[in-house]
Structures are given as structure tokens and as C-alpha cells.
């Protein structure tokens, strides 16, 4: 059986997983010259986004309901949370109201949409924290410790941003600003 943690991980997980998702879809690329295709492809990916959301939802919830090994006795508060994180998601998916319109030259309305994700993205993050308030205090110590994990890998530390952009978690080695080290001189 899942535990409640491992559910509220999942579930938390795949919040921020849809917040990256449709921050890629709003978000425009920095400078440059501008693809003609460029704004086409961005609806597109905010609508493909915005349809997959509600079932990646419900499969972080299902992921995080078995790796937290939620118990028979913890299935009422479980469902109690799994309702309140779909509520939760909500300020996220309203995002897919409005898609993504080409603001380059404008830099109020670039300031205006980034500030429609990020609140979006607070208000998410305030009724997960409360959710998982709620449910925490019938997980077991080990279910803690997996929805921390959960919840690690899915914000934070598993999200890059590069220049304005949100990236989906990366594996193996990162890439960053600086230049390779130039090999060390032979004898």
C-alpha cells in the first residue's frame, strides 16, 4: 500500500511538474531573432501542455500514493489530500485560459505574464503546503522522508532556469556558464 506521504510527494511532484510545463509553454526564448513559427509553436506546446496536465496530475498522485506505501488506515486522509492537491493545482491550470501571446518589444507585458506564472505558482505552493500540513501528521517517519524526497525532486533542485526559460529536471551532468578547463600541461 502507498502511504499518504508518498502520495502528497507524487502529488506535490507533479503540481510543480505542470507549473515547469506551462511556464515553458508561456515563457518566451530570450533575444535573438525571432522564428516566424516561433509563437505558433509556443501555443502549441502550452495547449498540448495544458490537455496532458490533469493526467499527469492523477499519475504523480498514483506514483506518490505507492512509493509513500499508503496504509488502509490512512486512506481517508489520502483521499482528503488528494482532493485538496487537484484544488490546488487550479491557480496553475487557470494559466491555460490565456495562452501564451507574443510579447517581444514589450517589456511591462513580459513583467505581466512572468507575474501571472510566479503568482500562480505561489498560490499552488500555499494550498500544497497546507494540504500536506494536513496530512502529515498521519504519515510514519520513513513516509515523511519520502514525500521530502518527492517534493525535493519535483521543485527546487530538480527545476533549472536558464535565462527566463523553466527546464524540465535534467539527468547526468549539468551544464554551466563556465568553459571547460584547459588541460593540464604534460611533463
Same mark, same amino acid.
Given at each position: 500500500?502507498? =502511504?499518504?506521504?508518498?502520495?502528497?510527494?507524487?502529488? #506535490?511532484? %507533479?503540481?510543480?511538474?505542470? %507549473?515547469?510545463? #506551462?511556464?515553458?509553454?508561456? =515563457?518566451?526564448?530570450? !533575444? !535573438?531573432?525571432? +522564428?516566424?513559427?516561433?509563437?505558433?509553436?509556443?501555443?502549441?506546446? +502550452?495547449? @498540448? #501542455?495544458?490537455?496532458?496536465?490533469?493526467? @499527469?496530475?492523477? !499519475?504523480?498522485?498514483?506514483?506518490?500514493?505507492?512509493?509513500? !506505501?499508503? =496504509?488502509?488506515? *490512512?486512506?481517508?486522509?489520502? *483521499?482528503?489530500?488528494t482532493t485538496e492537491a487537484k484544488a490546488a493545482a487550479q491557480p496553475m491550470m487557470k494559466l491555460c485560459d490565456t495562452p501564451p501571446t507574443n510579447v517581444r518589444g514589450d517589456a511591462a507585458a513580459e513583467l505581466a505574464q512572468r507575474e501571472r506564472f510566479l503568482q500562480a505558482t505561489l498560490d499552488t505552493t500555499k494550498a500544497m503546503r497546507a494540504a500536506v500540513e494536513k496530512?502529515?501528521? #498521519?504519515?510514519?517517519? &520513513? *513516509?515523511?522522508?519520502?514525500?521530502? &524526497?518527492l517534493i525535493r525532486m519535483s521543485g527546487g533542485r530538480g527545476m533549472h532556469r536558464h535565462g527566463g526559460h523553466h527546464m524540465p529536471p535534467m539527468h547526468g551532468p549539468q551544464p554551466t556558464n563556465t568553459p571547460p578547463a584547459a588541460p593540464a600541461p604534460t611533463k
Open positions: 500500500m502507498l =502511504t499518504r506521504k508518498t502520495m502528497i510527494a507524487a502529488a #506535490v511532484a %507533479g503540481i510543480a511538474l505542470i %507549473g515547469s510545463a #506551462v511556464a515553458i509553454a508561456q =515563457t518566451p526564448p530570450p !533575444g !535573438g531573432p525571432a +522564428h516566424p513559427d516561433r509563437d505558433a509553436m509556443r501555443r502549441a506546446m +502550452h495547449e @498540448r #501542455v495544458c490537455k496532458e496536465a490533469p493526467a @499527469r496530475l492523477a !499519475g504523480r498522485i498514483a506514483y506518490a500514493e505507492v512509493k509513500l !506505501g499508503i =496504509t488502509d488506515a *490512512q486512506k481517508s486522509a489520502w *483521499q482528503a489530500f496530512l502529515s501528521p #498521519v504519515l510514519n517517519a &520513513d *513516509q515523511k522522508t519520502k514525500l521530502a &524526497d
